[in-house]
């Protein structure tokens, strides 16, 4: 069974800068394209990032320039550099893997959600 693991989740202040890391047992033999979303306090998931195996990258306009979406193929992570933070990026951040294998930050295409790792940002 595919699972994922996020970690690197933390509280920082306005400007800021954090990493995720997304972690699976499965994610080396798989090559789909996986993603990070986020649910923010009493919001729906949104997507905030995606990438492919060969690594094309796709990201939500409100994160276009300050996050950096990336993956290792050999080990099996998948990483989110966030920079330049902002209270609106506060929430619990996602990775999930495609059910297809084009690159789309819409969440009802991903299967296989890990626990979630808590961002807060404040000003």
């Known amino acids: 069974q595919l699972q994922f693991v996020e970690s690197g989740g933390g509280s920082v202040q306005l400007g800021g800068s954090l990493r995720l890391s997304c972690e699976t047992s499965?994610?080396?033999?798989?090559?789909?394209?996986v993603g990070w979303f986020r649910r923010a306090p009493g919001k729906e998931r949104e997507g905030v990032s995606c990438?492919?195996?060969?690594?094309?990258?796709e990201y939500s306009d409100s994160v276009k320039g300050r996050f950096t979406i990336s993956r290792d193929n050999a080990k099996g992570i998948m990483y989110l550099q966030m920079n330049n933070l902002k209270p609106e990026d506060t929430g619990v951040y996602y990775c999930?893997?495609?059910?297809?294998?084009?690159?789309?930050?819409?969440?009802?295409?991903?299967?296989?959600w890990g626990q979630g790792t808590q961002v807060t940002v404040s000003s």
């Open positions: 999930a893997l495609s059910s297809l294998y084009s690159c789309s930050v819409n969440p009802g295409l991903y299967n296989y």
């Open positions: 499965g994610f080396i033999l798989d090559t789909r394209p």
């Open positions: 990438i492919t195996w060969s690594g094309t990258t």
